[in-house]
Nanobody, 124 residues
Framework: QLQLEESGGALVRPGGSLRLTCSGS????????IGWFRQAPGKERDRVSC????????YSIDSVKGRFSIARDHSKTAVYLEMNSLKPEDTGVYFC?????????????????WGPGTRVTVGP
């Protein structure tokens, strides 16, 4: 049984929008900071955004600021990544993971639990 699972990936045209959902067990989603990561084709997995346990603090990398937003819903034990104005360079497999905490410089290790990922393709 997966402890974390991503959903919402799809093929979308440049400029389009998607909302990714990270869902998991109550024990994880109510007590852990969560990070979103992505792995572009042929590249290493890289961080995108993170949110602390309460949902009161978040971080996003510069290339997605103003386009992506992260939020969590404790009642639904979910963390969302809202992605707008998508670009071809946003293409990749997106993963959510528990992180040590979310800091001003991004998600901090350890990254203990990962979902299997959801694929986002931005293209014509």
């Amino acid at each position: 049984q997966l402890q974390l699972e991503e959903s919402g990936g799809a093929l979308v045209r440049p400029g389009g929008s998607l909302r990714l959902t990270c869902s998991g067990s109550d024990s994880i989603m109510n007590s852990e900071a969560i990070g979103w990561f992505r792995q572009a084709p042929g590249k290493e997995r890289d961080r995108v955004s993170c949110i602390n346990k309460s949902g009161g603090f978040s971080y996003s990398i510069d290339s997605v600021k103003g386009r992506f937003s992260i939020a969590r819903d404790h009642s639904k034990t979910a963390v969302y990544l809202e992605m707008n104005s998508l670009k071809p360079e946003d293409t990749g497999v997106y993963f959510c993971a528990t992180v040590g905490f979310c800091s001003y410089t991004g998600p901090v290790v350890p990254y203990k639990t990962w979902g299997p990922g959801t694929r986002v393709t931005v293209g014509p």
